[in-house]
């Protein structure tokens, strides 16, 4: 159900971005709704991390994955229980780059019907680094299409994606290895029963989007050809604040415009704000110097005590009246 | 303890990266042109077929020519599904005796868009061009 759902969501999207190419409604699928989609997605983020950043830190939380720093002949885990924020630094460079933690993903699994086996599974972390990297270098290629002239690099980065120059426009890398990730991902997220069963229309949506937006792309550029000129206009327009909608402009190229945009929008309010959660996880970005560094909790106050000196000093006649042993004796008068 | 400082430092990167599109804009100032202006031939008509799909699909009609011409030596010439006009299957031949400025027409619309197209690693332009 929940699967349907999302499918039917993206599909719905895709209609009608493309009804809107159809209808000649340029102007509000071309302009104002990507428009509108930035801002949301910038402000949304801004947003979100502004309300993360109020959360108080009171103190260190340590994961115990490695040796913690101790006497000199104990070898310490630097990047897995950093000690300074240098070594913070590191493990978090390796976390946003290179998706360590899913290294230690395992899978549950019954071998021979009965034995239950824990298995290192790998698949997570390489789809992952498939799709998420050739996310990032597809977004980079596109600015090929939004800014005039075209950057050195960009130009670079598009012609060493494709310098397998097969096909005419040449087919890139990054676009067989983002299907193939993000088909892996959805593949692993319908096969395997544990995952399925934790799944919602919020797991499946992002990864039907991408696969839509993923598709129509492909479509555009080698099967149904699309006028990349006037596409150009159409995107330099909007990012030089002077928007034009030039004649004919094929319908996919507004459908996958408006998954795009709703990509975009979707962002900051979905679990895909882990693009900038993950820079804020506690248990990866803190150095464990608990036992070394004092840290203050932010909230303490001054607390009113009574300490035992005082309460003794308060009420010693009473006390030594009643029998009950003192640590400074009465005076004697 | 606060990090908030180190927080607000990343969301000003995320803002410039995220934004990059527009930054290009102050540092290319007006010189260029939004658009791709290309120089068309004022004798003709036409091109071989009608305008969108030529602006769309010429890389199509070109692969499609070679494949016919070259790998399987079909030497008739092409029919055009516009008029009916035949044209010899030659970049050469047909497409550059009316586009005579490559520079004026492919070049810019493929600079425009970024294209490195490798036609001119084996074509040469008639009349010793660059």
């Not at chain 1, 699928?29 to 993360?52: Q, R, T």
Request: proline fraction near 6%.
């Amino acid at each position: 159900m929940n699967i349907l759902v999302a499918l039917a969501a993206v599909a719905g999207l895709f209609v009608v971005g493309m009804l809107g190419g159809v209808l000649g409604l340029g102007w509000i699928f071309g302009v104002i709704i990507p428009s509108l989609a930035l801002l949301l997605f910038v402000g949304g983020m801004v947003a979100k991390v502004m309300g993360w950043s109020k959360s108080a830190v009171p103190f260190r939380i340590p994961t115990s994955c490695g040796q913690q720093k101790s006497l000199n002949w104990i070898p310490h885990s630097r990047l897995e229980n950093p000690h300074t924020p240098l070594q913070a630094a590191g493990r978090m460079v390796l976390e946003v780059l290179f998706f360590r933690s899913l290294l230690r993903n395992t899978r549950a699994e019954l071998v021979d019907g009965r034995r239950l086996v824990y298995r290192t599974d790998h698949l997570l972390w390489l789809a992952g680094m498939l799709m998420h990297w050739s996310f990032l270098v597809i977004v980079i290629r596109h600015f090929r299409l939004m800014m005039n002239p075209v950057p050195g690099f960009v130009s670079f980065i598009e012609a060493t994606d494709g310098f397998l120059e097969i096909g005419l426009p040449v087919v890139f890398i990054t676009t067989l290895t983002f299907l193939l990730g993000v088909s892996i991902l959805l593949y692993r997220r319908l096969t395997d029963p544990q995952v399925r069963y934790i799944s919602l229309i919020g797991d499946y949506f992002p990864l039907f989007l991408l696969l839509g937006i993923g598709l129509s792309g492909v479509w555009m550029r080698h099967l149904d050809k699309v006028d990349i000129a006037g596409i150009k206009e159409l995107m330099v327009g909007l990012f030089h604040f002077s928007p034009v909608v030039p004649d004919g402009i094929s319908p996919v190229f507004y459908g996958h415009l408006f998954l795009v945009s709703m990509l975009l929008a979707y962002f900051p309010f979905s679990k895909l704000t882990h693009m900038a959660g993950v820079f804020l996880s506690p248990t990866r970005n803190m150095a464990n110097n608990n036992r070394a560094v004092r840290h203050v909790n932010p909230w303490d106050y001054p607390v009113k005590v009574h300490t035992y000196e005082e309460y003794e000093d308060e009420l010693r006649e009473k006390m030594v009246g009643a029998g009950i042993p003192v640590d400074k004796p009465l005076e004697k008068e | 303890m606060s990090d908030k400082g180190k927080i607000f430092f990343g969301l000003a990167i995320f803002v410039i990266l995220v934004t990059f599109p527009f930054w290009g804009r102050l540092s290319a100032g007006d010189a260029l042109p939004d658009r791709a202006e290309l120089e068309y031939p004022a004798d003709e008509e036409a091109c071989v077929e009608d305008t969108p799909f030529m602006r769309a699909s010429h890389m199509d009609l070109l692969n499609q020519w070679r494949d016919e011409l070259v790998r399987d030596g079909n030497l008739e010439e092409y029919v055009s599904e516009l008029d009916g006009r035949t044209y010899p299957r030659s970049l050469t031949k047909t497409c550059l005796s009316c586009h005579e400025d490559r520079d004026a027409f492919c070049t810019r619309c493929h600079d425009y868009a970024d294209v490195q197209p490798t036609c001119w690693e084996c074509h040469t332009t008639p009349g010793g061009g660059v």
